[in-house]
């Protein structure tokens, strides 16, 4: 089965779903795309609450499934989001920004590829990369695989885990 994730929080991207907003395309396929508040449950201790502070994301769809649904998506644009830990009340705003890319694969995984600022969560229980709300800055990847396994792979990239910072 074949994931369809759209990202949320996306030029900067926080794995948190969202629609692209109506409105007219700018000739090359950008519409605007807005990230939606959140709660992020099962990745710290507590949930972190996400709240939408700049949005000004665009998405395109560069390629699609027989069925239509998309295979590879494009995002860009200004995201700042306020994250609060919702059971001690501390709160931060952090700048994801910028450009990424996800490819959809047939099995249900994804590879995304974020250039600049990137929200991504982990759950508690994965294997390959420790559970967080982490915010990325710099040249990075994000892989799920089929059986829902994610991993960020940092190599050139800073990583901070909101998780610690929110404690």
Known sequence: MRRLSTIAAVTGITVVLAAPVAGAADGKGWVPYRTQPFDAVGRCSFTVHGDIVQDEEEVRTDATFPDGSPRIQEFRGPLVIRFTNTANG?????????????????????????????AIGIPIGNTAYPPGEYIVHGRSWYTIQPDGTRKIWDRHADVENLCRTLA
Request: proline share 0%; aromatic share 14%; glycine share 20%.
């Open 90 to 118: 501390r709160s931060v705003v952090r700048d994801v920004s910028g450009y990424g890319r996800v490819e959809n694969k047939e099995n249900g995984g994804s590879v995304w590829y974020f250039g600049e600022g990137a």
